[in-house]
C-alpha cells in the first residue's frame, strides 16, 4: 500500500537507525580529525628539524577527502532526520485528530 502514511513506532524505529548512523559518522570524523592532527604534527616536527617527508602527501590527501565525505555524509543524515522528524510531526498531528 504506497502511499500509506506510516505509523508513528515505524518512524521512531528509522529515526533512531538514523541516529545511530549520525553519531557513527561522528566518530568516523572524529577519529579521522585526530588522524590529520596527528599528521601536522609530524609535518612541524619536519619543519623544525628541516626535513621533509612526502611519504605523507598521499596519506594526508587520503585523510582529507575521507574528511569531506564524512562531513557530506552527516549532512545529508541530518537532512534525512529533518524529513523523518516533519513526518512524526504530521503523524503524531493525525493520531491527534
Known amino acids: ?3 500509506q502514511p506510516r505509523s508513528i513506532p515505524d518512524i521512531l524505529s528509522a529515526r533512531l537507525c538514523t541516529i545511530q548512523s549520525i553519531a ?3 566518530a568516523e570524523h572524529l577519529r579521522l580529525s585526530q588522524l590529520a592532527g596527528g599528521m ?3 609535518d612541524m616536527k619536519d619543519e623544525a628539524d628541516g ?3 612526502t611519504q605523507r ?5 587520503q585523510v582529507y ?3 569531506q565525505a564524512t562531513i557530506d555524509a552527516i549532512r545529508e543524515l541530518e537532512l534525512q532526520l529533518a524529513d523523518l ?3 512524526l510531526e504530521a503523524a503524531v498531528a493525525r493520531e491527534e485528530e
Open 1 to 3: 500500500m504506497t502511499g
Open 57 to 61: 602527501d598521499e596519506a594526508r590527501g
Open 65 to 67: 577527502a575521507a574528511l
Open 40 to 42: 601536522m604534527v609530524l
Open 24 to 26: 557513527s559518522a561522528n
Open 85 to 87: 522528524d516533519r513526518e
Open 51 to 53: 626535513t621533509t617527508s
